[in-house]
């Protein structure tokens, strides 16, 4: 595990590279991908689906990336991106256009079918950590103003 | 004169949208940031319309005989930038805080916009490290590794190359995965990639939509649909483009004889 820890910082270290993410980013987003590399892992190795894994792997890392936005100021895609990258199912892309050329319709509907849950599972990942902190900082916001405001009529 | 001052800070804003919608922002934020702009210009009424293919705005001073003026941006050329983004970011909300003029404004924004990427070799460096350590991660051992490292190297040179000839991103994505697949195939004949499947989902993993599909759920959850829907067939265009190249190569190979 340790060293798909190490191999994972350096994939999202290269991607963040090729997107020209801020040295400043760097630390925060390479470490954040590679959180999220080892957590599908581990979830897949504790038995769960691939599709369950990504889905809680993607989970963590929008919650994470917005937490490191709001910490260090900055915009949240610049630690989403780098994140999100290696939950996407290319090996599932690959393996349905070999099988669908080997002749294997069926294995090739079932890889493709998986494929498509996975990229599922990340936009509903990314739409419900989005829309629970939204949640979250309006509830935060309202207890602040009543809090002003009560403080304002003693 | 008035209306000069006008133009100037609708020409500024616009800019800066331009530059974040080109280097992938998500809708709000490019929407906010021209909004923004504006309003630190003193002007009462705006209003922003931003897709990833162009930006319509509209302003007015508020007065009774005022004029509304009306600017719309075609964009083209979109290259994820990180940086940028977050520069643009920074600048709008400095420029809102403080008294910059927008003459100032305009060389910031110059600056950012021809702040170069990092260096070519770095960058290529970059997706040979993606593609290899993913073919690692996939379980290729060390020969894959660095059949990976050298065809990532290749196929995202050849992706730069067919950037600057401006073809779409479909073209791009599909030619990269059939070079890249012919090398891993042309290695593993050579026996210097054994499993040449990891190599080649190593290098798909330097073209896979990860940016198209963040953004377009990001853009569907503050209510941007056209853009959501945008950037979702983006991301499955893309996907199909590099499935297609591999695909494609994978067949003519076998066709052409090859063992796989």
Redesign the interface.
């Known amino acids: 595990m340790l060293l798909q820890f190490l191999f994972a910082i350096m994939a999202v270290l290269g991607i963040s590279i090729i997107f020209h993410l801020p040295v400043r980013c760097m630390p925060a987003s390479v470490l954040l991908g590679a959180i999220g590399w080892v957590v599908l892992k581990a979830a897949e190795n504790a038995g769960l689906s691939a599709v369950l894994a990504t889905f809680l792997s993607a989970l963590l890392i929008a919650l994470l990336g917005d937490i490191c936005s709001r910490v260090l100021k900055d915009a949240t895609t610049l630690f989403i991106i780098p994140g999100i990258i290696p939950l996407v199912p290319g090996g599932g892309m690959y393996y349905t256009m070999l099988y669908f050329i080997q002749g294997d319709i069926a294995s090739a509907g079932k890889c493709g079918t998986d494929t498509l849950m996975i990229a599922g599972a990340i936009a509903v990942a990314l739409l419900t950590m989005a829309s629970i902190i939204k949640i979250l900082v309006n509830i935060y916001r309202k207890i602040k103003n009543r809090t002003k405001t009560t403080k304002g009529a003693a | 004169m008035l209306h000069q001052f006008q133009k100037r800070i609708l020409i500024l804003a616009v800019r800066a949208g331009e530059i974040m919608m080109k280097s ?3 809708i709000y ?1 490019v929407e906010d940031t021209i909004t923004r702009i504006c309003k630190a210009g003193n002007i009462s009424y705006v209003d922003v319309f931003a897709t990833p293919t162009g930006i319509f705005v509209t302003m007015d001073e508020g007065s009774r005989d005022s004029e509304v003026f009306t600017y719309v941006r075609r964009i083209k050329n979109s290259k ?8 643009v ?1 920074r600048f709008s909300r400095e420029f809102t805080t403080t008294d910059l003029s927008v003459d100032e404004g305009m060389n910031i924004l110059t600056e950012i916009e021809k702040k170069p ?2 260096p070519l070799w ?2 290529i ?6 593609a290899s ?2 073919c ?3 379980g290729g051992s060390p020969k894959d590794f660095i059949a990976a490292f050298v065809i990532g190297a290749f196929s ?1 040179s050849l992706s730069l190359l067919l950037n600057l000839a401006e073809l779409n991103f479909f073209i791009r994505g599909f030619c990269c995965c059939f070079f890249a697949t012919f090398l891993a195939l042309l290695a593993a004949a050579l026996g210097l990639a054994p499993s040449y ?1 990891d190599t ?2 190593g290098v ?3 073209f ?4 198209a ?6 853009d ?2 503050s209510g941007d649909m056209v853009s959501g829907l945008a950037r979702t067939a983006e ?1 499955v265009i893309i ?1 199909f483009s ?3 190249g ?2 494609l190569m ?2 003519l190979w ?1 066709m052409m004889g090859g063992v796989m």
């Not at chain 2, 460096?125 to 993606?130: L, P, S, V």
């Open positions: 992938g922002a998500e934020r994820t930038d990180l940086t940028k983004i977050s520069d970011n990427s990092y770095l960058q460096a970059g997706a040979a490290i993606i350590f993913f690692g991660l996939l995202y499947g080649i989902i798909m993993m330097i896979v939509p990860g940016v599909i963040t953004n377009s759920m990001r569907f959850l991301a996907a590099l499935a297609t591999a695909g994978l067949k076998t």
